[in-house]
Structures are given as C-alpha cells and as structure tokens.
C-alpha cells in the first residue's frame, strides 16, 4: 500500500517467517500482492498489476498474487500467503501450483498484518506436494500471541503422505459448486474425481449464504482495523479497496450479527456432511486466468463483475474454516485448480489425495515458457 510503504521496516519478522528460517529456509525478499488483501486479481493501483508466469498477459490471481506467480515461475520453491476469501486458492488455481488453507486457528498469524481477524488464514505455495507438507510441518504449532490459534500440538503430515486415499469417502461438491464455473471448471473436477474414484455428490446447499456471509463480515471487520486510515488518508487508498472499505464502514451491526449467524448454520451443516463423507472436491475458480485489466466474466449465460466472482467457489470454504488443498490441472492451454476440502484440522487427508494426483500424473505444477 502507499500508505503503509511509509513505515519502518518491522524489527521482527512474522512468527511463521521465523519458524521456516529455524527449518532452514532462506528468506528471499517481499513480493506484490493485492491492497491489504482485499482483491482477487493480483492488480494493485500503486505498483501495478501481478502477471500470470503462463501468460503474461493475464492475472495471477490475488491476493497472494506475488506469491503465486513467484512460485509457479520457479523463482523460489515455495512461499507464503495469506487466505481470507480465497487469496491462496485463487492464485494456485490461475498459476497452476499447488496451495494449502489449513484450517482456521491452524498456523498463527502473529507479526503478519491483517485484514479480517475472524477470517485470516495463512498458508503454504510450492510447485510440489512433498515441499507443500514440508513447509506445513515446520509451521505448525500454537502461538499465545494470536488469539485465534488453536492449543493443539504439531501433528505432522510427512509419514502419511504416501499412504494414499484407500478407504477414504471421497465426494463431488454439487449445487453452488456444479453450476458457477466454466466448463474448464467443470473439466478439471471432473478429471480429479475419477482419478480418486468419487462417484457420490454432495450438494452443500447455503454455500451461496456462506458466501454472502463472508462478504458482510469481511467488510465489517477490515473497515473497522483501516478506519483512521479511510478518514485521514482516503485518497491513498487503491480505488478498488477504498470503497470497499467505505461500504463495510457503512455496514449495519444487524447484517454482521445475521452474517455470523448464517455462518454458523453452514459449519453445522457441513459438519454433518463430513458424518458421511472424508474429503470433498469443487472447483477452486469459476475459469482459468482471465486477461490483466479484465473487468467482467460470462457465467450462467449472464455478464457478472470479475473481480468478486473470481471468488465464487472459495469463499464458502474459508467462512467456515475448513483445510483446503488446491491442485492444478492443465487442459490443452492455461491451468485452473480443484479444491480438495477435509474436515477442521484434516489437512493430512488433503495432502494425502494431492499427493496421490501428483504421483499418478493428474496434478502437476507444470514449469512456465518464460
């Protein structure tokens, strides 16, 4: 941001920097990203639009755009992002590397800036699922500085990783996930869910709810953390968050008090879903990267604005909290990623079925003609 570019370098790196520097990692440098992480699209007023390493014509995606594109385009075998509606997801899918959200409380936030404190989630890229679980392993573990972060020890996912999906109930997400994508969308599901074998649908109906949720309360919230900013400095705001932010600033108590509430009603249902069932696939975004400075998207035959919509299929998933393994699948031109869904604190069974597409050829980060 302009504004925030203003201000001392901190004197600490986040918890999550510190802990892959203790594994081992190198830490390489900052990266472009969305306004605060209010986008989708990876384009920034101030710094310019994150483009896509398979096209550099098209998106990253956002708002871990800088994330995103530096993995896919080989440049570091791995990063950090955060996810809040989807901003891991979005850029796995359009840049074709592999991405986690674990669930919420998972890994702690603490040193990272925020946006939407009962939504943040932060996360692991990489071009390869056994880089993807090592990086999750060595970020684990609770945090008493975020609030958020769950007392639960560090339950590695390494050992298993190879164990396969036998036994696993493995579904297709129906409703709001079958008919808001293009059939690239349709495609790239489908191809995942023969290769581990998922015959069953399940509809997931509120998702479309959750989603409405998600927008009230991230609204709501992130207006409230920039509100000195958005009166003193509204001007040095990206246009696109601005009013963003002006609109939550607006927002009635009673629609975040009803957000909350819906959000609850769909962890209930989906809990009794995943009664029935081990992990779920939808896809990760409607299409593959659309064009850098695209404004709209033709979905269900209508003209629909681009950069919500980019979106549509994550935002269900990360109000509740669920852990979310994004694989990519390429066609015959640009990627686009599938969501592999678990019950809270299953990202074991993520990694397992991403592994297992990786092993078999279905999912892969395929390296860029740059």
């Known amino acids: 941001s302009k504004i925030n570019r203003e201000r001392n370098p901190a004197a600490r790196d986040a918890v999550l920097v510190e802990r892959l520097t203790a594994a081992g990692a190198v830490l390489l440098g900052g990266l472009n990203m ?4 209010y986008d989708f699209t990876g384009e920034n007023a101030h710094d310019g639009p994150c483009r896509n390493p398979h096209d550099p014509a098209r998106m990253a995606g956002g708002s871990s755009s800088g994330s995103g594109a530096a993995t896919a385009a080989g440049f570091s075998p791995l990063s950090l992002g955060s996810d809040t509606n989807g901003s891991i997801r979005v850029p796995s899918s359009l840049c074709g ?7 919420y409380g998972r890994l702690p936030r ?5 946006f939407c404190d009962s939504l943040d989630h932060l996360g692991p890229f990489a071009r390869d699922v056994t880089d993807l679980a090592t990086a999750y392993d060595a970020l684990q573990g609770p945090d008493a500085h975020d609030p958020a972060c769950a007392q639960r020890p560090v339950e590695p996912t390494l050992p298993s990783l190879q164990a396969g999906i036998g036994g696993l109930r493995i579904a297709v997400a129906g409703g709001h996930f079958a008919t808001e994508g293009m059939p690239e969308a349709a495609a790239a599901v489908a191809r995942v869910a023969q290769a581990l074998g998922a015959t069953q649908r399940v509809a997931l109906e ?5 989603r409405a949720a998600a927008f009230l309360i991230t609204n709501s919230e992130s207006a409230t953390f920039h509100l000195d900013r958005l009166r003193e400095r509204a001007d040095d705001f990206d246009p696109e968050t601005r009013d963003r932010f002006l609109a939550g600033a607006m927002l009635p108590a009673a629609w975040y008090v009803q957000a909350q509430r819906a959000r609850r009603w769909f962890h209930d249902a989906m809990m009794r879903v995943f009664a029935e069932v081990d992990l779920i696939i939808a896809p990760a975004t409607p299409c593959p990267a659309p064009l850098v400075g695209q404004k709209t998207l033709e979905l269900r035959g209508e003209t ?12 269900p998933i990360s109000a509740i909290g669920l852990p979310v393994a994004a694989v990519p699948v390429f066609g015959d031109g640009l990627p686009i990623g599938v969501q592999i869904i678990a019950a809270p604190w299953r990202e074991d069974l993520c990694l397992r079925a991403a592994f297992m597409l990786q092993r078999e050829g279905v999912c892969e980060a395929r390296a860029p003609a740059l």
């Open 110 to 114: 603490t040193r990272s800036f925020p």
């Open 34 to 37: 969305g306004e605060y992480a």
């Open 206 to 210: 509120g998702a479309a709810i959750a």
């Open 304 to 315: 629909v604005p681009l950069r919500p919509n980019l979106g549509l299929l994550t935002q």
């Open 97 to 103: 590397i592999f991405g986690l959200k674990p669930s």
